[in-house]
């Protein structure tokens, strides 16, 4: 039986709508987003914030 807040059909959704408006209000403008592919409509500048290049160490990113 799932949870009532599971990953996979609230926990992420839910946190990909915070991180876009966070990376709406970073840019001080509307972003769109696709949600099937998470990415933003012809939006460069606002899909490079959806990522680090460099993560603080020791973190690591790991591969999947």
């Known amino acids: ?3 009532a807040c599971d990953l996979e059909t ?3 959704p839910a ?3 915070c991180h876009a408006g966070n990376i709406s ?3 001080g403008r509307r ?3 696709d ?9 460069d500048e606002a899909n490079a914030l959806r990522g680090r ?12």
């Open 25 to 27: 209000a970073r840019l």
């Open 53 to 64: 290049r460099e993560w603080r160490k020791p973190w690591v990113l790991p591969e999947v």
């Open 1 to 3: 039986e799932k949870t």
């Open 35 to 43: 949600p099937k592919t998470e990415m933003f409509v012809n939006d």
């Open 15 to 17: 946190s990909m709508l």
């Open 31 to 33: 972003v769109v987003l």
């Open 10 to 12: 609230v926990g992420h």
